[in-house]
């Protein structure tokens, strides 16, 4: 069991990881303040560092990780362009990342909880990225 639920908390993380890169990258060449585009910045290396980590744990357990959801990412995207395309503002841009911080944070509790199982290290990982999440949703309210 827990080897099971450190996988499946694992790949959650992993999915979710490369779905917070992904909107990062999506929206960083709009971003007008230097500040913030050095906070997004900072963010990013901070989760690809996380994703290594995970990426070392899901190799021993010869697992290859998840991709995200394709719904949620196409989703994710017509919702950001549709929004960039209306208003191309820094606000729009902490808004979008906002909500996908509050929805990453949501998400990965669920799966803290739900795979209890998981080992110490996994868990670990986990409260990292949420803090991660956290700490950028706050550091950007400057720009709502």
């Known amino acids: 069991m827990i080897e099971s639920d450190t996988i499946k908390l694992l790949r959650e993380c992993d999915a979710g990881i ?8 999506e929206v960083q ?25 995970i990426q070392n744990l899901l190799e021993q357990y010869h697992d290859e990780g998840k991709e995200p959801n394709p719904m ?14 209306m208003d191309e503002s820094d ?12 929805m990453g944070v949501k998400s990965l509790h ?21 803090n991660l999440e956290e700490k950028l949703a706050i550091d950007i309210r400057q720009y709502l």
């Open 72 to 85: 949620a990412k196409s989703m994710s995207w017509m919702k950001t362009n549709v929004k960039l395309v």
């Open 110 to 130: 669920k799966y803290l909880n739900q795979y209890k199982a998981a080992s110490e290290q996994t868990k670990d990982i986990t409260k990292r990225l949420i």
């Open 18 to 25: 490369k779905m917070g890169v992904s909107s990062i990258d």
């Open 29 to 53: 060449e709009y971003v007008h303040h230097n500040k913030f585009r050095e906070l997004l910045s900072d963010c990013k290396i901070k989760h690809e560092k996380l994703q290594e980590e």
């Open 91 to 102: 606000e729009t841009i902490a808004d979008l990342i906002t909500d996908g911080c509050n």
